[in-house]
């Protein structure tokens, strides 16, 4: 988690934005809200409950925020999907079948460490992106995704997506505001991860098993995979996609619409 990364240590975390018009800023958010950070190391324990307290800060602030990001989707009558995954295991190249192919009116808010270049392709696939550069940051936060949203922009859309930074860890700790949490699990990567990375999948409500037309070349289970998953999580449902081949896309804007239709 983040008390191991340090990322959210640091009384300021800097981003760079790049709007839909291909400009960029950059600025810098105080995650303090008014706390001064101690990082003395003469007193071990003491700093141990020190990090502790300013974590779970942190949390309850994003919590806060993340609730009132929600509020002003639904207020707009809009769902939020929040993407996570580790890197390359195929989020965006699921949002530009997903554009092309379901008829929705679709923002993504992007997050990553650095360059716009997943905006670049979600905005030509035909639907509205934000880019947040994240820096050192490996995950988004309510207060980023916040921006995002006013720089996106909310009128005329569906759903808005949020790619989350790739990575199976602290993106889990954080609640952005979305209404949905889908992680995606490529065949590549193998099947032991939702063994590894218990907390992302016990969080999911949906997981996306891609790049399947792959399996034959790779030793990935996939009904070991379901087992697992369902062992954590047993309301969570699975999907079976290869977005480049067109296999089980059609069930993936099925789940969407119909979690359109439910709110």
């Given at each position: 988690?983040?008390?191991?990364?340090?990322?959210?240590?640091?009384?300021?975390?800097?981003?760079?934005?790049?709007?839909?018009?291909?400009t960029?800023?950059?600025?810098?958010?105080d995650?303090?809200?008014?706390?001064?950070?101690?990082h003395?190391?003469?007193?071990?324990e003491?700093?141990?409950?020190?990090?502790?307290?300013?974590?779970?800060?942190?949390?309850?602030?994003?919590?806060?925020?993340?609730?009132?990001n929600?509020?002003?989707?639904d207020?707009?009558?809009?769902?939020?999907?929040?993407?996570?995954?580790?890197?390359?295991?195929?989020?965006?190249?699921?949002?530009?079948?997903?554009?092309?192919?379901?008829?929705?009116?679709?923002?993504?808010?992007?997050?990553?460490?650095?360059?716009?270049?997943?905006?670049?392709?979600?905005?030509?696939?035909?639907?509205?992106?934000?880019?947040?550069?994240?820096?050192?940051?490996?995950?988004?936060?309510?207060?980023?995704?916040?921006?995002?949203?006013?720089?996106?922009?909310?009128?005329?859309?569906?759903?808005?997506?949020?790619?989350?930074?790739?990575?199976?860890?602290?993106?889990?700790?954080?609640?952005?505001?979305?209404?949905?949490?889908?992680?995606?699990?490529?065949?590549?990567?193998?099947?032991?991860?939702?063994?590894?990375?218990?907390?992302?999948?016990?969080?999911?409500?949906?997981?996306?098993?891609?790049?399947?037309?792959?399996?034959?070349?790779?030793?990935?289970?996939?009904?070991?995979?379901?087992?697992?998953?369902?062992?954590?999580?047993?309301?969570?449902?699975?999907?079976?996609?290869?977005?480049i081949?067109?296999?089980?896309?059609?069930?993936?804007?099925?789940?969407l619409?119909?979690?359109?239709?439910?709110?």
């Amino acid at each position: 988690m983040c008390k191991d990364c340090g990322c959210t240590l640091g009384d300021i975390h800097s981003h760079e934005h790049t709007h839909t018009d291909g400009t960029t800023h950059s600025h810098s958010h105080d995650h303090s809200h008014g706390h001064s950070h101690d990082h003395s190391h003469s007193h071990p324990e003491l700093n141990d409950t020190k990090t502790i307290e300013v974590i779970q800060k942190i949390l309850s602030q994003n919590d806060h925020e993340a609730e009132h990001n929600r509020a002003h989707l639904d207020e707009a009558g809009i769902l939020c999907v929040n993407l996570m995954s580790s890197p390359g295991a195929g989020k965006t190249t699921l949002l530009e079948t997903t554009i092309k192919q379901s008829g929705l009116k679709i923002g993504v808010v992007e997050g990553d460490l650095e360059t716009n270049k997943d905006a670049d392709r979600i905005i030509q696939a035909g639907a509205k992106a934000h880019q947040i550069t994240t820096g050192q940051t490996c995950h988004l936060d309510a207060f980023m995704v916040h921006e995002g949203l006013h720089n996106l922009g909310l009128d005329d859309l569906d759903i808005v997506f949020i790619e989350n930074v790739g990575n199976l860890v602290c993106p889990a700790a954080y609640d952005v505001g979305a209404h949905i949490n889908v992680v995606l699990l490529s065949v590549p990567e193998g099947s032991d991860k939702v063994a590894k990375y218990p907390v992302m999948f016990r969080r999911a409500d949906c997981v996306i098993i891609t790049k399947t037309s792959l399996l034959e070349h790779f030793n990935f289970d996939i009904k070991e995979v379901k087992s697992q998953v369902h062992k954590l999580n047993p309301k969570a449902d699975i999907i079976e996609i290869d977005s480049i081949k067109n296999i089980g896309v059609d069930k993936w804007i099925d789940y969407l619409k119909m979690k359109m239709e439910l709110r």
